[in-house]
């Protein structure tokens, strides 16, 4: 006897699926005479599950194949088996969906932290012009136009008093008049356009708090600095 029986599923031969189940009908109705004892409940589930230690040529096998009782146990356990199958299928299925939503996720934030970092690294232009503003120089208070510039990278432009001096500016942007507690500092070279006279810094201001602080420039041979009251925004 063939134990195509045992693995309908598989059946690639019809007639021999067909034959099978003819069979069946007979082992169920009890037409058919097992030879020996039937055998224990592990071998009977280790036949179900197609286990390769079990040698066709085992008795046991021929006797399951002809005894109603463990045919019917065969069949509760191949049904098992066949739901054991199914949950692993969702579970893995389950499984794989979490990665993926687990992938969209880190890639939304990747994606999210990159126009963050972008938008940290932009680096904002801005023009001061202090062509017709008074300075406070060293200590002395003065009423001044306040400047105003973002908590970010700024390039800035800043068209120099009339009448300053050409060479290498140092800018600084400071907590107060004195100097003291220097939140960015850049020097570079005037320019003249025209008849404006203007320094370019890339000042960093990422950092500072929004709130009151003071830009300063600084002639490299004056040393003495101008301070003009600044905001952070
Ligand atoms: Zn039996």
């Known amino acids: 006897m063939r ?17 099978a189940q003819r069979h069946e009908v007979r082992v ?4 058919t005479t097992p030879v020996g004892p039937c055998p224990d409940e592990a071998f009977l589930r280790d036949l179900a599950r197609r286990a390769k230690r079990i040698a066709l040529s085992d008795p046991r096998v021929d006797h399951a194949a002809n005894c109603p009782t463990c045919m019917s146990r065969l069949f509760v356990f191949r049904q098992g088996n066949r739901s054991r199958r199914r949950k692993m299928v969702l579970a893995a299925a389950v499984a794989i969906c979490s990665v993926v939503a687990v992938a969209v996720i880190t890639f939304a934030r990747y994606g999210m932290h990159r126009q ?39 390039r800035l432009t800043i068209i120099l008093p009339r009448f300053s001096p050409t ?12 100097g003291n507690g220097v939140v960015a500092q850049q020097t570079a070279l005037a320019t003249i356009n025209g008849d404006h006279e203007s320094v ?20 490299e041979q004056d040393q003495a600095s101008y301070y003009y009251p600044l905001q952070i925004r």
Do not use: M
């Not at 500016?169 to 004195?178: E, G, K, L």
């Open 200 to 219: 370019s810094v890339e000042l960093d201001l990422r950092a500072a708090k929004a709130g009151a602080y003071f830009l300063a420039t600084t002639h």
């Open 116 to 154: 963050l970092t972008s938008a940290n690294l932009a680096v904002v232009s801005e023009t001061v012009n202090l062509w017709d503003t008074g300075t406070i120089r060293g200590n002395q208070p003065g009423s001044l136009q306040s400047v105003s510039l973002p908590a970010a990278r700024v």
């Open 3 to 19: 134990l195509s029986w045992c693995w309908p599923s598989r059946a690639e031969d019809r007639l021999e699926s067909w034959l």
């Open 167 to 178: 060479g290498q500016y140092a800018v600084s942007v400071t907590q107060d008049q004195n």
């Open 28 to 31: 169920l109705a009890g037409e």
